[in-house]
């Protein structure tokens, strides 16, 4: 039987054998992984490696025939990279959670696969299922990557669609599965506050996700069906973007040229950097569930909004960029690095800024300084009970 969200939601139990076993049949995947595993003997030796790390592969994932069965394998994985990639995870706000509910976590972005990868991680390691994961047809281009996601929980939202009326008919059914997924199958939700990620450092909800969550269940009030969902703000702080000399690259190019235009293969690039690269430490803060009625989309995503930029964690990195930015708000009471952190620890971050900025070609640099600044700026105002 074809079920209504069988186009977007993610592989079933019954599903993972056949799936599984055409992905260690994929030579683009087995390309990726040979690279990623073996990046210097990948070009000359990759004809060899290749049938090696299949062998190994349907070895190791042979009889795994449950999407948990395969999260408990892969998390070995993940916790590798992050251990390779970060100085640390922490987080706060998960002991809130209970057994038995799902919630609708909605999450600031700044990095295509670690913002859901660490909500994961943090959700995983308090003992609770992981969350379905919301992710945009446009980074879906190879059948491997589709393949790989929608067994790792991923659930497809339609962005490339065009015509108007295909695109109401795909939110309408976003909205189903989102509603269905958390109050039916009693399964959370991941999906980033907006389209794309935040390149300024500036985390804003758009209030059309919010409508979104509301169009499948018209007949009832807005602020009801908010409630019903267990809305809870996240906020996912990195002491250091991995991409953050090509944000500043693309921000710089559009503010001169009026324009830019991804080069072929460029997410593949922000993807494999953002999960390689180096991130310092990274704190993940659940905010409680949104439990007021906001009949408003505005007013309930100035509310998101406030919660995700409390709940962010800046680091001595966001106060040196503040100190040097040229658009910082003198009327805000914004400390000097030095008042919050030890003398061991700002020197340890400002080597790593200084790094950073000398990386950077200079006429790019107030793009890179903007990416850092922007959240100390935005917090400061919430903490001064200023409009955003």
Same mark, same amino acid.
């Given at each position: ?229 267990? !809305?809870?703000?996240?906020?996912? %702080? ?6 953050? *000399?090509? =944000? &500043? /690259?693309?921000?710089? $190019? +559009? ?76 009327? !805000?009471?914004?400390?000097?690095? %030095? ?6 620890? *700002?020197? =340890? &971050? /400002?080597?790593?800024? $200084? +790094? ?33």
């Amino acid at each position: 039987m074809m079920g209504e969200f069988d186009a977007i939601r993610p592989y079933d139990d019954a599903e993972v054998p056949a799936v599984l076993a055409r992905l260690l049949s994929d030579p683009a995947f087995l390309d990726i992984l040979t690279h990623f595993r073996f990046p210097r003997m990948a070009g000359a030796f990759g004809w060899l490696l290749k049938p090696l790390i299949a062998h190994r592969l349907r070895r190791e994932f042979a009889g795994i025939e449950s999407v948990a069965t395969l999260q408990d394998k892969v998390e070995v994985y993940v916790d590798h990279t992050i251990d390779r990639a970060t100085d640390g995870v922490t987080y706060t706000g998960v002991e809130q959670f209970k057994s038995g509910s799902a919630y609708l976590f909605l999450a600031n972005h700044r990095d295509i696969v670690m913002d859901p990868a660490f909500v994961n991680y943090a959700v995983y390691h308090a003992g609770l299922p992981t969350p379905r994961i919301a992710i945009g047809d446009n980074l879906l281009q190879k059948p491997f990557v589709s393949d790989l996601m929608r067994l790792n929980k991923s659930f497809i939202v339609h962005r490339s669609i065009s015509g108007r009326r295909e695109k109401l008919a795909a939110y309408q059914l976003l909205s189903a599965y989102i509603n269905h997924s958390i109050r039916t199958d009693c399964q959370s939700i991941w999906i980033a506050q907006a389209e794309g990620r935040a390149k300024d450092g500036d985390d804003r909800t758009d209030s059309a996700i919010l409508k979104m969550f509301h169009m499948s269940r018209k007949d009832e009030a807005f602020g009801e069906v908010i409630q019903s969902l267990n !809305l809870t703000p996240v906020s996912i %702080s990195y002491e250091y973007d991995p991409c953050d *000399l090509a =944000k &500043a /690259r693309e921000l710089y $190019t +559009r503010a001169t040229t009026g324009t830019y235009k991804k080069a072929p293969g460029e997410d593949d690039i922000s993807i494999a950097q953002g999960i390689t690269g180096y991130k310092g430490r990274v704190h993940i803060n659940f905010a409680p569930p949104i439990s007021q009625a906001f009949e408003d989309t505005k007013l309930l995503a100035a509310e998101i909004d406030r919660q995700i930029l409390a709940g962010y964690r800046l680091f001595p990195a966001h106060y040196l960029a503040y100190a040097q930015w040229a658009d910082a708000d003198a009327s !805000l009471a914004v400390p000097a690095a %030095s008042e919050v952190f030890g003398a061991d620890e *700002l020197e =340890k &971050a /400002r080597a790593e800024w $200084t +790094r950073r900025l000398e990386a950077c070609p200079e006429e790019q640099r107030p793009y890179l300084v903007l990416q850092y600044a922007t959240p100390v700026r935005n917090q400061y105002r919430v903490k001064a009970g200023l409009p955003l």
